[in-house]
Nanobody, 121 residues
Framework: QVQLVESGGGLVQPGGSLRLSCAASGSIFSVGAMGWYRQVPGKQRELVASIISGGSINYADSLKGRFTISTDNAKNTVWLQMNSLKPEDTAVYYC???????????????WGQGTQVTVSS
């Protein structure tokens, strides 16, 4: 079984920064991609940023320049550095990973439990 454990959310003032982290553990043979999504009540979950195993990175257009995703492949960990935060960044942020548990199983999509980020003065 694979688990994704997130940390780093909280309350921050507009213009501030937060760094989210997510560590994958359990039965992991290979990690195809890791990333972050966010969701506000009443709206669909949306991509924030993702990085695939080859190093290609994808950001939501509206977040380029403020958010930075990075990974440590050896530790199966992904971070999201969020700068110049705005009230509209308030959401629950979810870690996502595409992981193959063994050499003979197809990759599956896994989600963390979510961490609340609130941007408010």
């Amino acid at each position: 079984q694979v688990q994704l454990v997130e940390s780093g959310g909280g309350l921050v003032q507009p213009g501030g920064s937060l760094r989210l982290s997510c560590a994958a553990s359990g039965s992991i043979f290979s990690v195809g991609a890791m990333g972050w999504y966010r969701q506000v009540p009443g709206k669909q979950r949306e991509l924030v940023a993702s990085i695939i195993s080859g190093g290609s990175i994808n950001y939501a257009d509206s977040l380029k320049g403020r958010f930075t995703i990075s990974t440590d492949n050896a530790k199966n960990t992904v971070w999201l550095q969020m700068n110049s935060l705005k009230p509209e960044d308030t959401a629950v942020y979810y870690c996502n990973a595409v992981i193959a548990a063994t050499a003979t199983t197809l990759p599956s999509n896994y989600w963390g439990q979510g961490t609340q980020v609130t941007v408010s003065s």
